[in-house]
């Protein structure tokens, strides 16, 4: 009886490459087993078929950076358990990009804009060093937009004392401007900051935090992006 063959091994047969090569083939989701996209190289294949994409190139893959609505429900301050709820099942229909869906995105992710502790709402994650390094080195210079709901009403006197508060501080201190969105709701508009800030700058001027949801970062925002679910980021998108 034949013995079940590595992958990228049924590969080199196939179409007489180079070990490597079949890997990279393989690894960057060019080949089909019965059909589907295997990206594992040691995937043992007997007698299934095996099919290397039309399109198939060499060309290493540009590094993916995604998007994530995370609900209110689901959260947590573990970026490792974040990355679970992200998964080829909740991919929105509003993904326009144009990329690829492959299982080795989902790995190895880099949270690339952490949420204000106990926030839900937008989230960035990335494997391109280039979107990380703005994210974060850069981040005084990028926006969060929240969408704060408060346990009580408040007062233009409160709003305008939260808004005095950061103005009179501290002339480091990133941007800030809150203003109301209901009775018991402010839009908050400020440049990164720690991720207890926001709470603790309510809590002074007597708010008690419910909910936060944050809705963009400098230019992008989780329009039309369903909670739950996430999407690619096109190349050409900038923060």
Same mark, same amino acid.
Not at 1 to 5: H, L, N, V
Not at 218 to 235: F, M, T
């Given at each position: 009886? *034949?013995?079940?063959?590595r992958l990228d091994k049924r590969l080199v047969e196939l179409i007489h490459c180079s070990r490597g090569d079949a890997i990279k083939y393989i690894e960057g989701g060019w080949v089909l087993v019965e059909g589907e996209v295997e990206e594992r190289p040691q995937f043992k294949v007997l007698r299934q078929q095996v099919e290397l994409h039309a399109d198939a190139t060499l060309e290493?893959?540009?590094?993916?950076?995604?998007?994530?609505?995370?609900?209110?429900?689901?959260? *947590?301050?573990?970026?490792?358990e974040m990355q679970q709820l992200i998964t080829a099942q909740n991919h929105s229909e509003t993904d326009y990009s144009g990329i690829r869906l492959l299982k080795n995105h989902f790995s190895k992710l880099q949270d690339a804009a952490p949420l204000q502790s106990g926030a839900s709402g937008l989230t960035v994650f990335s494997k391109d060093w280039r979107v990380i390094r703005v994210l974060n080195e850069n981040n005084k210079k990028k926006e969060e937009e929240y969408i704060v709901d408060f346990s009580e009403e408040f007062s233009t006197e409160m709003l305008e004392q939260l808004n005095d508060l950061v103005d009179n501080s501290d002339r480091s201190q990133t941007k800030f401007k809150a203003s109301r969105q209901s009775e018991k709701a402010m839009r908050i508009v400020f440049g990164f900051t720690h991720t207890e800030q926001l709470e603790t700058l309510c809590n002074s001027v007597g708010l008690s935090i419910v909910t936060m949801k944050r809705i963009r970062i400098?230019?992008?925002?989780?329009?039309?992006?369903?909670?739950?679910?996430?999407?690619?980021?096109?190349?050409k998108t900038m923060f």
């Open positions: 009886m *034949t013995e079940p063959k290493p893959a540009e590094p993916i950076t995604l998007i994530f609505n995370l609900p209110q429900d689901a959260y *947590t301050d573990d970026s490792s400098g230019r992008v925002s989780k329009k039309d992006l369903p909670s739950g679910q996430w999407r690619y980021l096109s190349k």
